[in-house]
């Protein structure tokens, strides 16, 4: 073994140019060195394992989450928003399988790519569902004018509501909440991430990646939904989409206070769901608050799919 390997490299050095060859001398010490390492076996399986698990376990979650609080947080607020994703409210299907592609290599980042690699398979799903139990983050949208173009003259974060809502029959874009919900709440069945209240510089980058079109996911079934819905957008709607996601969030308007005000008792301890009324504007300073309730109704036409996802339905008492 030793004398293969000692020929291996001398024939290496052979082909290189003179003077590796006068190295050669220096070059046997590389024969104590450790074997290359290659990747465990799990890493590559991870998503198979994936398909092996339980359901998370939110209060082992909670333990493993101690490793990821230095950056997404405790309850899942990124402690640097400018660096890293919020997590809280995430559905632990979508997570879980995010983490199971940073583990396999198939999503890179080096950052996140190590504290993957960690984590079972089993641990990915925990982890998932104690991040699925925090609270959502709410951002602030951007209320600029905008100034020139097919937007002239609407907020910034209206272009993306509309979009959001209505999405764009013509050019073929669905309506984001029809899959994300009218909160930005996601939809934990198919594992349709929640997207409402994250930062807007992380949903533009993802937004810019599906539009590239470009993966390294084996199994593009899921990145392929998006791949197609963004390949439409422009630059100035995936930006004024990810600003109108970081301010949305679920926050009942004045018409839902008031109807569950007359409620007897809250018919289960579903969250308050908001119509699609109150997103983005909500955040915005008070000179632009002109009653998101009033400006919403519009906006909302012809997008069936209000009532999904935000479990609006858990309101209506009998
Ligand atoms: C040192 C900082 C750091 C730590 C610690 C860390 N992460 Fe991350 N995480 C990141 C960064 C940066 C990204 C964004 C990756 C990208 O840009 O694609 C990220 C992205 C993610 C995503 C993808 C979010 C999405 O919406 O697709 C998940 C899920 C995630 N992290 C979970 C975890 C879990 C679980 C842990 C702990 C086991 C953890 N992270 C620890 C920095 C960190
Ligand atoms: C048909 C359902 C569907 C519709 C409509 C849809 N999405 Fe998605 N979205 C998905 C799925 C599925 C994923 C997860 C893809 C993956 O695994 O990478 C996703 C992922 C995302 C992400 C990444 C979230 C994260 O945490 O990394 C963003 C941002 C996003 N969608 C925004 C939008 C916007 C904006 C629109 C409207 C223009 C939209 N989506 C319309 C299904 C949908």
Redesign the pocket.
Known sequence: MRHARRYLLAGFAALAVGAFAFAQTSVAPLEEAEPVETLPLEAVNAMAELQKTAPGNAQNGATLAATCAACHGVEGKSTIPEMY?NLGGQSEKYMARQLALFKSGERQNPIMQPFAAMLSAQDMRDVGAHYALQPASAGIADDTVVAEGPYQGMKFYEIGQQ??RSGDFERG??A?M???GPTGAGNPGP???H?GG?QSWY?AR??EEYRAGTTSEDDRA??D??AA?ASE?SDEEISA?ASYMQGLHARPDAATVAAMAKLPAPAAPAPAAAPPADAGSEAAEPAAGDAPAADAAPAADGAPAADDGAGGASLQAP
Do not use: E, N
Request: glycine share 0%; charged share 5%; hydrophobic share 60%.
């Open positions: 994703p979009l959001f874009i669905p984001c029809a899959c994300h594992a349709y991430p997207v994250q949903t993802r937004l899921m990145f939904i998006m819905i957008l989409l």
